[in-house]
């Protein structure tokens, strides 16, 4: 069994519509959650970042974690074609000084006009 | 303004070649890290480094070896290519624990 559980999809939604990505974990050590957006042919980069569990909204994500659950959630509001990239889960450990992530599978998102 | 290159952007080689794949961070981060890519795994941990001569092995490390002589640089080096190494690679550079930067990727089929 994968630390992190990701579904791959794809996703396919139409514009607008409320997208939900999911993270499923099995160490329930981790305290530091990650959402990276990646475009086709390009690096992953960081979309939003939070530690232990809540809510994190900026703009139209919004990032959820539940550790009694073992699952973190990325929300997507009024998604647009612009969002369409693959979205990776990440999470570290709370060690002193290791940036070491372990990554989710990624899933790809298509928002379609 | 401050990044981190890879080089090249695509490779072709064949089976049992060494190849090198070149990171180059300007952020003077300290630590740096080599993943690869694969549909169904996601991003993998190959090798790692927390600061000039130290490196240290991630999830998938069989085959692939680091350097770390300066801070600026990591190559990641095939000693002999397989087909199974065919993948993206991506760099990345972070400073401690913070947000992990990663380089474009290189794109290496092994034939």
């Known amino acids: 069994q994968k630390e992190v559980e990701q579904d791959p999809g794809p996703l396919s939604v139409p514009e607008g519509a409320i997208v939900s990505l999911n993270c499923t974990y099995s160490?329930?050590?981790?305290?530091?959650f990650m959402w990276y957006r990646q475009y086709s042919r390009k690096g992953p980069e960081l979309l939003m970042y939070t530690y232990s569990s809540g809510n994190k909204e900026d703009g139209r994500f919004t990032a959820q974690v539940d550790k009694s659950s073992k699952y973190i959630s990325l929300f997507i509001r009024d998604s647009q074609p612009s969002d369409s990239a693959t979205y990776l889960c990440a999470m570290r450990l709370p060690s002193s000084n290791t940036g070491k992530l372990i990554f989710g599978q990624g899933t790809t998102l298509q928002v379609k006009p | 303004d401050a990044e981190i290159t890879q080089s090249p952007r695509h490779k072709i080689t064949e089976t049992g070649r060494q190849v090198t794949l070149a990171c180059h961070q300007t952020w003077n981060h300290n630590n740096m890290f080599w993943y690869r890519q694969d549909l169904g795994h996601g991003l993998r941990l190959i090798h790692y480094s927390y600061g000039v001569q130290d490196t240290n092995k991630g999830e998938v490390s069989d085959g692939y070896s680091v350097s770390r002589s300066n801070t600026e640089d990591l190559p990641l080096t095939l000693e002999s290519a397989a087909s199974s190494q065919t993948s993206v690679y991506f760099c990345?550079?972070?400073?401690?624990?913070?947000?992990?930067?990663f380089g474009p990727g290189t794109r290496l089929t092994v034939l």
């Open positions: 990345a550079s972070s400073k401690g624990t913070d947000t992990q930067y």
């Open positions: 160490n329930s050590a981790f305290q530091y």
